[in-house]
């Protein structure tokens, strides 16, 4: 099922819901700033300052607000299946007729049809796509090299695991797991916590009651290496692909058409 709905909601806080999604994020990602800095760097570079945006797996449309507050000339489409994530996203930007939201599941074969646009500048995504497994995300991949026109750029920021190097992974995921027991003393909330307050809204709690039915507690998805996905977006059509950015725990991957 898909549905096609340019923005609604009023009478709630949304940016409030907004700056609370994104503390929520830092806690598990600190420099999640910094990788939205460099995709949108990289955004300027390949196609210019006013691009047409397919922000992927949207969400509550963090990277939609980053886009269009560094390119005010940019339009951004965002595509989701979460319910509650959506009814924020479509909230947030009720008044912003340079956005659409699209309802739809990567999954289903026709997810792309519901488009408004049969070609996109730059596909952009981040920490989303970690929930489909191999198989799926490499059949998503060669969706998107049609999507993206020539020259233009996908980018995914992402878990991509090299698990070639399990010690190096086991002393960055504790010491990250440390600075995030500090932070929650000091009152970070966490994606459970998060999800129960939006449970308690009166304008999320229906929403957030169907996201559960489609996802249950959490995706279970896989994370495979840098090198993997560059590998399977060539293989899907692009011409060059590569991380543009790391940290000791994500990476930015950069395909260009």
């Not at 409030?16 to 990788?35: G, I, L």
């Not at 996203?89 to 289903?108: E, H, I, K, P, Y």
């Not at 596909?123 to 991949?141: C, E, I, K, N, Q």
């Not at 459970?192 to 009651?209: R, S």
Request: net charge negative; charged share 25%.
């Amino acid at each position: 099922m898909s549905e096609t709905v340019t923005s609604r909601g009023a009478g709630t806080d949304w940016q409030a819901w907004q700056e609370s999604w994104d503390r929520q994020q830092e806690w598990y990602m600190p420099d999640r700033e910094e990788r939205f800095r460099i995709m949108l760097d990289m955004v300027e570079a390949t196609v210019g300052p006013e691009p047409r945006v397919l922000d992927l797996a949207c969400g509550t449309g963090s990277i939609t607000d980053r886009v269009l507050k560094r390119f005010p000339k940019a339009t951004s489409t965002g595509v989701d299946l979460d319910p509650a994530l959506l009814t924020i996203a479509r909230g947030s930007f009720a008044t912003d007729d340079r956005v659409t939201f699209v309802t739809a599941d990567l999954t289903d074969p026709d997810w792309t049809s519901h488009l408004p646009y049969a070609s996109y500048d730059a596909v952009l995504t981040a920490t989303a796509l970690h929930w489909l497994r191999s198989g799926p995300l490499a059949t998503l991949y060669g969706q998107l090299a049609s999507l993206v026109r020539d020259d233009g750029v996908f980018m995914n920021a992402d878990h991509m695991i090299d698990r070639t190097t399990p010690r190096i992974n086991a002393v960055e995921r504790a010491h990250r797991h440390v600075q995030m027991e500090r932070a929650k003393e000091s009152g970070a909330v966490d994606w459970a916590e998060w999800w129960a307050l939006a449970g308690q809204d009166p304008v999320l709690a229906e929403p957030t009651a169907r996201r559960y039915e489609i996802y249950g507690e959490h995706a279970d998805g896989e994370t495979p290496s840098a090198q993997w996905h560059a590998e399977t977006l060539l293989t899907a059509g692009f011409g060059e692909a590569r991380p543009v950015w790391c940290s000791p725990s994500d990476t930015l991957l950069l395909a260009l058409k």
